[in-house]
């Protein structure tokens, strides 16, 4: 299952983005979803994970400014992210996983997008 993840950008400090992660051959609507990021120079982290009953989870650095969600209809997950923080700068990928419970492990994610850029200025 290819992904794409787009919605990354160049903001500032206290800003709002909105990653979507769609997936355009195939669907992902019975597995889980889940976002990463790494920043330069770092190990790829967990971010954020939904899963087939749309259960959520979410990393210490993110929970309480961030919001996962997916489009079944659309075959869709999107991240919301809020109060944005330079810390936040990195590619940010999505990736499924072939079963249907949200994970933060990297290991259970076999399929992966490209990457999208976000960079938060201070």
């Known amino acids: 299952v290819q992904l794409q993840a787009f919605g990354g950008g160049l903001v500032q400090a206290g800003d709002s983005l909105r990653l979507s992660c769609v997936a355009p051959?195939?669907?992902?609507?019975?597995?889980?979803v889940g976002w990463f990021r790494q920043a330069p120079g770092k190990e790829r982290v967990f971010v954020a994970a939904v899963g087939y009953r749309s259960g959520t989870i979410y990393s210490d650095s993110v929970k309480g400014r961030s919001t996962i969600s997916r489009d079944i209809a659309k075959n869709a997950v999107f991240l919301q992210m809020n109060s944005l923080k330079p810390e936040d700068t990195a590619i940010y990928y999505c990736a499924s996983t072939r079963g249907s419970v949200a994970s933060s492990r990297l290991s259970e994610y076999s399929y992966w997008g490209q990457g999208t850029v976000v960079t938060v200025s201070s």
């Open positions: 051959r195939r669907t992902f609507s019975n597995n889980a």
